[in-house]
């Protein structure tokens, strides 16, 4: 047996740089390969998305805006931001589901960065978002959404889309480190996301909505994300709620990140 | 005297549970220290604090001189864990999951997986590398997970109950490998609920119940306590199961005990015992189907020690 005393490999590592990074990136694989394992795990930014997308089109089409074709050009880079703030819920699911296993003593006992299991899981989610930005993309394509900007704005659209949504993957983090049961980071998840992504202007024009309702409409991060992918992708106005996207993602990722990991040392 | 790890007066409190009331450990520079112990009795929750998973309410530990509070990312580059439930991730392949210990431990990508390739050869697992975890066997699963802990080449090894539910094949397996790390220098803690686990493996033996060590010493020291090994008949007869408890006494000195139906033990001291108790059987005719010579089972140390067994509970 090799198990000690043989060095065919060098006995123990020295001390490498960047350690946070290497291992975040390693512990990134893992979710990668366990999201590639499991794709029914990506049913939520495929399939689901689709169906909403259908139903929203065709029901609702041309009662708000005269015909299914105006009313896709507006809700699609809206479901597309929809879609991406529920996917991160999956991140919390998953990390209350293996935090009580034992693979996450292992990590623990490990001579790595306390941060570094829960920024590998959410790094590793990412796939979740591209995942559902592309498939958006295809099926709305062919139903005949159109991007009326350019390649570039279009891009840029998907990439503030995404980055919105990893930064709020960091509140399902902390959701996930907090409730006991992964059914409970589900309820409490789909209890702040309902106002957030349906009090917004994604299925109706704000202008229609009663008084209170636009208030709410209006202070909404969401909507200023999905104001954003509208205007990078079917054109309107794109400097103010790309600067307020932004402005949002640096103060949620600020807030919730250093709480998430916090009540992760604290569960440990 | 060097100790790989020790520690003094480990108190830790779940609420109005205590599941540590003050436990000292210490394992001497490659030996195996057994902590010996029923359910809930707190070899989990001191194992945990070793492993800087559990923070104590009181009382110290080290390992390699470093306290395991103030010093715990040093800590946690000396030792290894296997816990009870294997701590692999069952989607990664055999490979993917030592290979990403691994690189949590800085291994260069080419070394990390040299290190998973011997691995996986020592642990026999070459041919499962391939396939995710989940369709491992649950001896695989345990191996898998040993070889997990020894990715680092750790100075000091824990061993929570690595092989309960394992079948005796396997244990010896596991055993074996216990005994090829000693040899190769590393300290071990193992914590079994098998006196005999204990016998094989152990240099000195920890006994805790109830978040306290009860008793500590060899294994040879222990046994004279509890009375060293006992004797089993199961005669073929029912009717001379008096006559082969009459046999015992008369050999051992001490009054027979019935734990089951058609069944006499006692417990004996000298090593002539069991040989005595045959020929006596032999020459009054009594025929068995059962006859054996086994270490006191957990229960029976338990048993001598307090004077009540692992099942009674003062308080539920």
Not at chain 1, 218 to 230: F, G, K, L, Q, S
Not at chain 1, 235 to 252: D, E, K, R
Not at chain 2, 20 to 31: E, S
Not at chain 2, 203 to 216: P, T
Request: proline share 5%.
């Amino acid at each position: 047996m090799t198990l000690i005393a043989e060095r065919t490999v060098p006995a123990r590592a020295g001390h490498r740089p960047f350690g946070l990074a290497r291992h975040s990136l390693a512990l990134a694989r893992r979710s990668l390969i366990k999201t590639v394992r499991t794709p029914e795990q990506l049913l939520d930014v495929t399939l689901q998305p689709v169906i909403f997308v259908v139903l929203f089109v065709y029901l609702l089409g041309g009662a708000v805006a005269g015909s299914t074709h105006d009313y896709l050009q507006q809700l699609l880079p809206a479901i597309m931001v929809q879609t991406t703030v529920f996917g991160g819920m999956a991140t919390g699911v998953n990390l209350n589901t293996d935090i009580g296993k034992g693979v996450f003593d292992r990590f623990r006992s490990l001579p790595i960065g306390r941060s570094a299991p829960l920024i590998g899981s959410v790094l590793g989610d990412l796939i979740r978002y591209v995942v559902a930005v592309v498939s958006l993309l295809l099926f709305g394509t062919l139903m005949g959404f159109r991007v009326e900007t350019g390649l570039l704005p279009a891009l840029a659209a998907c990439l503030l889309v995404i980055l919105f949504a990893f930064c709020l993957s960091w509140a399902f983090v902390l959701v996930g480190m907090l409730a006991r049961q992964p059914g409970a980071v589900q309820g409490i998840g789909f209890l702040a996301l309902f106002p957030l992504t349906f009090g917004t202007s994604m299925i109706a024009p704000a202008e229609t909505l009663p008084s209170w309702l636009r208030s709410w409409v209006e202070v909404n991060p969401v909507t200023h994300v999905m104001n954003a992918a509208r205007g990078l992708m079917v054109g309107g106005p794109v400097a103010g709620p790309v600067l307020w996207t932004l402005l949002w993602s640096a103060l949620i990722v600020a807030v919730f990140a250093p709480l998430a990991v916090r009540a992760y040392r604290r569960r440990a | 005297m060097s100790y790989a790890f020790e520690a003094e007066g480990l108190v830790k409190r779940y609420g109005k549970t205590t599941a540590l009331a003050g436990v000292d450990l210490a394992a001497r520079t490659g030996t195996v220290l057994g902590v010996l112990g029923p359910n809930g009795a707190g070899k989990t929750t001191a194992v945990r604090i070793l492993a800087t998973l559990l923070r104590p309410d009181e009382g110290r530990a080290a390992v390699g001189g470093l306290d395991v509070v103030k010093h715990a990312a040093e800590v946690r580059g000396l030792i290894g864990l296997t816990g009870q439930y294997a701590s692999v991730d069952e989607d990664l392949t055999g490979t993917q999951n030592l290979v990403l210990i691994g690189r949590l431990l800085n291994l260069r990508t080419a070394d990390a997986k040299a290190r998973a390739a011997e691995l996986l050869a020592d642990f026999d697992l070459v041919e499962a590398a391939g396939r995710p975890a989940k369709t491992y066997s649950g001896g695989m699963r345990r191996r898998l997970d040993l070889a997990a802990s020894l990715v680092g080449r750790p100075d000091v090894i824990y061993l929570d109950e690595p092989t309960t539910g394992l079948d005796p094949a396997k244990r010896d397996d596991i055993w074996h490998v216990v005994r090829t790390l000693v040899a190769d220098g590393a300290t071990v803690l193992l914590t079994t609920q098998y006196l005999e686990e204990a016998d094989a493996l152990a240099d000195e033996i920890s006994v805790i119940d109830h978040g306290r060590v009860i008793a500590h010493g060899t294994p040879a020291s222990l046994k004279s306590v509890v009375g060293g090994q006992t004797i089993l008949v199961r005669p073929a007869d029912h009717d001379r199961l008096s006559d082969a408890a009459a046999v015992l006494a008369a050999v051992s000195g001490h009054q027979p005990e019935s734990p089951s139906r058609g069944v006499v033990t006692v417990p004996v001291d000298g090593d002539t015992a069991f040989t005595e108790v045959v020929k006596r059987l032999d020459v009054l005719g009594i025929s068995v189907t059962e006859l054996s010579l086994r270490l006191p089972s957990l229960d029976e140390v338990f048993f001598s020690l307090t004077g009540r067994h692992t099942g009674t509970e003062e308080a539920a």
